[in-house]
């Protein structure tokens, strides 16, 4: 009796050890065991409305999300502010909010860039957890001025700039956008985009390296963002996400360009190294793709590591959002679960189309923290306000029954 007693409470206590917490996430180069995360705890899906298009502030829309998790635990959700209408140009502002309890509350609305009337847009933001005793959040930006107000009005160098802020405090406030433009911009470049989504700190290779995908190229700095530079890698895409492989090898997995995207409806990926390059993309016939941004993100690296990817599962439409984790780097993607329960390809039935352009970041509590795009009026999107949703979901409920490696 005293053998079966003992081993009742050992269970119950390896169980407690093991299930997800609301605890700071540990040191990135100290993975937790992510196996006994994904398969003793419950499934977990929530949602909620986070940046709320047309009944929010001043803004008419909210597009293009960024998130990104400090050291101490906390969710920075950044997005594009659109004043007036949910088109791409005009007068947009990079606007944000913060959570300290793993998305279940959430920060008033701020402003990281929003001087004058022209775009600030395409935030992408990167966590530097070696910088100080807080970390350092950067969040690059594209800017163009008020009088470009198409892409047609994107006629010279400079048209589209680069720009960077950061904060020291968890997101509570912000520097001054600094114009990065003269030494990350290259030469001959009109039209220009960061990210957008997120970038990543390196742990296997060059530790501590912050690279933001961009445009043509990856824009990285190996001293806490002392200094930047950008290596050019081939053309062809034009929405880009990045993510670390076991090895300290990087992939690209992009939007195709339109030429491109015609050929072939799928993802295009490319893997390399910052000083080797990359080589020509090639497609990822796993990954359908409407020509929409997606979102990738190494989620641990211990043994089943785990990469996860979220993006619209359609050739033709932003919907069907289906988050999938890879096993093997990015080469296979077997477990797969659409976010939403309902049909949101069916656009003649429904009036509010949920899927479009997402980021993610892992929680402090183990789970996926993921920003979607909303259109609130599926059959008038010309002048239909946007909105963000903020999800939650862990490992269990994304496996659904489904066993690991």
């Keep these: 009796m005293r053998f079966q007693t003992l081993y009742i409470l050992s269970s119950i206590l390896l169980q407690y050890a093991c299930t997800e917490k609301s605890t700071p996430a540990p ?7 992510g196996k006994a995360v994904a398969t003793l705890a419950a499934p977990v899906h929530t949602s909620m409305l986070l940046f709320n298009g047309g009944n929010e502030s001043i803004y008419h829309s909210f597009r293009i999300p960024s998130i990104v998790k400090t050291n101490n635990g906390t969710l920075i959700a950044f997005a594009e502010g659109r004043r007036w209408s949910p088109s791409d140009w ?69 048209d589209r ?21 003269d030494s990350l911009l290259p030469p001959g470049y009109k039209w220009d985009a ?35 530079k950008y290596q050019l890698i081939p053309g062809g895409t034009d929405e880009g996400t990045i993510v670390e492989l076991l090895d300290g090898t990087l992939v690209r997995n992009d939007r195709p360009g339109t030429t491109e995207w015609n050929a072939a409806k799928r993802r295009r990926k490319s893997v390399g190294t910052i000083a080797g390059g990359f080589p020509a993309w090639t497609v990822d016939n796993a990954l359908n793709d409407p020509k929409c941004e997606g979102s990738i993100i190494r989620y641990n690296t211990d043994a089943p590591a785990r990469i996860i990817f979220l ?32 049909n949101t390809c069916d656009y003649a039935s429904i009036t509010i189309a949920k899927g479009g352009y ?7 509590d183990y789970a996926v923290a993921a920003l979607i795009e909303i259109n609130e009026d599926v059959h008038n999107s010309a002048t239909s306000n946007k ?3 903020f999800h939650k979901f862990n490992l269990a409920w994304i496996l659904n029954g489904t066993p690991e490696p």
């Design 90 to 158: 005009g007068d947009i502002n990079v606007v944000f909010k913060r959570s300290t309890d793993n998305g279940a509350t959430w920060s008033a609305l701020g402003e990281v860039a929003a001087s004058g009337a022209g775009t600030w847009g395409n935030p992408t933001a990167v966590y530097d957890w070696k910088k100080g005793s807080n970390g350092r959040v950067w969040v690059f930006m594209s800017w163009n001025s008020a009088d470009k107000a198409a892409w047609s009005d994107i006629k010279a160098w400079g």
């Design 387 to 389: 909105s963000i949703e």
């Design 161 to 181: 700039r680069v720009f960077a802020s950061y904060s020291d405090d968890h997101g509570v406030s912000w520097s001054a956008p600094q114009d990065l433009t």
């Design 358 to 364: 997402s980021s993610m970041i892992k929680t402090a």
């Design 311 to 342: 993006n619209p599962n359609s050739t033709s439409q932003r919907c069907n959002m289906t988050v999938r984790i890879s096993y093997d780097d990015g080469n296979t993607w077997p477990v797969s679960r659409p976010v939403f329960s309902w």
């Design 194 to 228: 960061m990210g957008p989504g997120i970038g990543i700190q390196t742990v296997a290779d060059h530790p501590g390296r912050l690279i933001i995908p961009a445009y043509g190229r990856n824009i990285y700095s190996d001293d806490n963002g002392t200094t930047w």
């Design 27 to 33: 040191d990135p180069l100290k993975p937790e065991n």
